[in-house]
DNA sequence: GACCGCGCTTCCGCTGAACGGAAGGATGGA
DNA sequence: TCCATCCTTCCGTTCAGCGGAAGCGCGGTC
């Protein structure tokens, strides 16, 4: 019933960030897929590139899909143009600094920059975390077509900390402060221990298309401290992207 | 005459880093599909994630096979143990710091971190490279098993500048060299106007994995003085790769 | 050393999904 | 209004994909 094209792309999905070395019977179990037609589809992916075969004889993805996938422009795209910014805005805070981008009702991670003495956070490039518990997630929903933000609010909220906002209409009270200072500051949403600030990321035409936010440890430190610094990046990431060719949607 | 699946990465590889953006045409030309099958299978691409539609029409790739393939254990998985380190190696020496790995005959880019101030250079993340231009490239090419060694020193080596190594005698005499000091140093081989130097990332089970160069530009500076820090950094990944729980093949 | 279990690989005949030529929009420029 | 370009839909044919089954290789167990 389903098509070739899809039964591929379920292959790939199969992988995840907790198993992304699977055995051939796992990922057609993963896949669902009987193992012969698991065998020939993982067997072209390999040949292409797409997937490889470690040592231990189990499969992982592979280079060549990741250089393809670089050219996604809200990925390594638009992370090519706001890294020397980050970098910047890491060597003053010297916190967590981290980029995402809207995708569903969820935000996707595109960059996370940390030197070895910054707080460990449990975000990663490429993973997902719900629109109303982050910093940059607030930031993305004050954004948000009405719509989308309606469907967020609307569906139930889970709780993370005691400190996670579940409740929409004080929500949407957050987010229209988001909306007139240009800022999120997200506490003790998503971990007790840490909290993040976050702006706004706009493509050429005005529209938000990214969420920058640092993330500092709860314990005393004043947000408001970081507020001009990740305005001014957000600032000034949105101006490179103007001035770039690249448009993003 | 081919199968589906390798039409679909056929598909996928259509994009380029000088065209990341193509109309539905220009795709089923670039993978020479007739129209129809390209429509069916973009349409396909599109509904699942891969493939993205901007506001243009025009398509791109999607963030969904972009998180897939952050899953790439030399790709962003490297990455991820390396980043702490190259950023406070960039810290020290404010210079271009990357990351890479050998794939073929060729350097394959995994990371590139700058601020602002620092030399362009025209490598670019996912991106590839010859083993014998670059510093990182002869550090891979140095521990590479002997047969890719001989096979690479075989074929014609191409010239990018006056002071490109392309004798397979000397290039042979730099390896022992890169084997021995545990450091290349490329000096103007891809561009003159700058020079890198390189050192040998090592897996948990001691074979070099990846390698690591400082972009620094060649008027003047002493590259020597960069040889610490680059090596000391290489082995700090090396220790941390060792400590992680992944294994790169 | 014979047996078993498990995971991978290969084979092969059937079938329905993929194929792509052609016709039909939609848009925009001359 | 006409033409050019690009996108979308349709539909009959065919052959590539499918997957059950059998075979292989290895490591553990009695």
């Known amino acids: 019933m389903p098509t070739v094209t899809a039964r591929v792309l379920d292959v790939l999905a199969a992988f995840s960030a907790d198993r992304p070395r699977l055995t051939l019977s796992e990922l057609a179990a993963r896949a669902g897929l009987p193992l012969s037609t698991a065998h ?43 890294m020397p910014f980050l970098e910047d805005l890491y060597e003053v805070t010297r916190q967590n600094v981290q980029l995402a981008v809207l995708d569903g009702t969820e935000v996707v991670y595109v960059e996370r920059l940390a030197g070895r003495s910054s707080v460990h956070v449990f975000t990663r490039v490429g993973g997902r975390l719900p629109l109303h518990a982050t910093g940059v997630g607030l930031v993305l929903l004050a954004h948000a077509d009405p719509g989308l933000r309606e469907r967020v609010l609307a569906a139930p909220l889970r709780r993370y900390t005691a400190k996670t906002v579940c409740d929409p209409a004080e929500l949407r009270r957050m987010l229209a402060d988001v909306r007139t200072t240009g800022v999120a500051i997200s506490d003790g949403q998503i971990e007790l221990i840490s909290l993040s600030v976050a702006a706004p990321v706009r493509g050429p035409n005005g529209d938000v298309v990214a969420a920058l936010s640092v993330v500092v440890p709860s314990d005393g430190t004043n947000p408001h401290s970081f507020v001009p610094a990740v305005r001014a990046t957000a600032r000034g990431i949105s101006r490179a992207l103007a001035a770039s060719e690249h448009h993003f949607q």
């Open 40 to 82: 020939r589809l993982v067997g072209e992916l390999t040949a292409w590139g797409a997937l490889e075969r470690g040592d231990d004889g189990r499969y992982h993805v592979g280079l060549r899909l990741w250089e393809v996938a670089a050219l996604a422009p809200r990925g390594l795209g638009l992370r090519e143009t706001a």
